[in-house]
C-alpha cells in the first residue's frame, strides 16, 4: 500500500508551503495556470485580478484550453468559496512585491490560506525572466511536472536568432505599450519588466519614456509616444487595453502605425520555455524586418 508523502515549496513570499502530500487539484491565477499548463499540469480552475471581468481574458490563457477550465472570477467579486468549491489541493498565484497574492483581496487570500495552501512566484521588476521561469519549473518539478528537454534546446536557438537580428548595423526601436484610448497611453519602462529585460539583455534597442511618477508605465499622450520613433511597437492585447480601431482618431497613432509593425504584447505571458521560445521568435522576426526597411 502506498504511503503519502508530506509536499513542500518554498514559496515568493517566504513561506513554506506545506500539504500532506503531493498536490494534484490545483486553483491558479490565469497567468500561472498558463504556466503550469506548458508543464503539463491541468488546473482545476483559474481566477482573474482586478483588471479582468466576468470571462477569462484569452490573452493571458496562453495555450490553456479555456474552454473547458473553469473560470472562477476576478478581482473584488471573486469569493473564498468560489475557489473552495472547485475543491483545490493547492492555490498558485504570482507577486509582484513578494508579499502580495496578486489577483485575489488581502482578505481573500487571508481566509483562503485557512482552507488551502498557497503558493506564490514571484513576477515584479526584482526579477530576471529566466529566473522567473526557473523558479516556475521549480513548482512545476515539486509537482511531478516539467517541459520537456527538447524545450530548453530550442530556447537557447531563439535567443541566438534574437541576438542575431538586433545585432546588425541598424537597430530598430522596439516600444511596449498599453493603449489607454485615443488620448492616452502607458508606455512600458523597460526595466520594470522582466520580457522586457530580457529583449535588452539580448541586444534589442528599448528607448527609456520621459522620467515620471509611474514606476511600471509613464502614462503620457500619443505625441510622446510618436516622438520615440518605433520601428516595432508591442501592444498590449489584454482586454482592458483599448483596441487599435479606437486609437486611429488621433494623428500621432496613425503615424505610428503607418511607421511601425505591431506585434501582439501580453506583459502578463506564461513564464515558460515554450512561450518564451515563442516571444523571442517574434520578436526576432520583427526586428529583423524592421531592420530590412530601414
Known sequence: MEQSTPWEFSDDRGRLVVAGNRPERIVAYIQAGATLWDHGIRPVG?????????AADPAKGGELPLA??????????????????????????????????????????????THVPVATVAVGPGRGL????????????????????????????????????????????VVALSPAGPERVHLARPGAWPDLRALAEHGVELPEPAAGSGANWATVGWAEAAALAPDVVLIDVRV?????????????????EGRARLLPWNPEAPASRRAHTRFFTDVAEAVRGAAART
Do not use: C
Open 46 to 54: 483559474i481566477f482573474g485580478s482586478q483588471h479582468d471581468g466576468a
Open 68 to 113: 473547458e477550465i473553469p473560470y472562477l472570477g476576478s478581482g473584488a467579486a471573486l469569493h473564498p468559496d468560489t475557489l473552495l468549491e472547485a475543491r483545490p489541493d493547492l492555490v498558485v498565484a504570482v507577486t509582484y512585491d513578494s508579499e502580495q497574492v496578486y489577483g485575489l483581496e488581502a482578505k481573500t487570500a487571508l481566509e483562503l490560506e
Open 130 to 173: 529566466a529566473e522567473v521561469r526557473e523558479r516556475f519549473a521549480a513548482l512545476a518539478g515539486s509537482l511531478g511536472r516539467g517541459e520537456p528537454l527538447t524545450m530548453a534546446r530550442e530556447l537557447d536557438a531563439a535567443e541566438d536568432v534574437l541576438r542575431q537580428a538586433s545585432g546588425g548595423s541598424v537597430r530598430p526601436r
Open 240 to 256: 482592458n487595453a483599448a483596441r487599435v480601431e479606437a486609437l486611429r482618431t488621433d494623428e500621432h497613432w496613425r503615424a505610428i
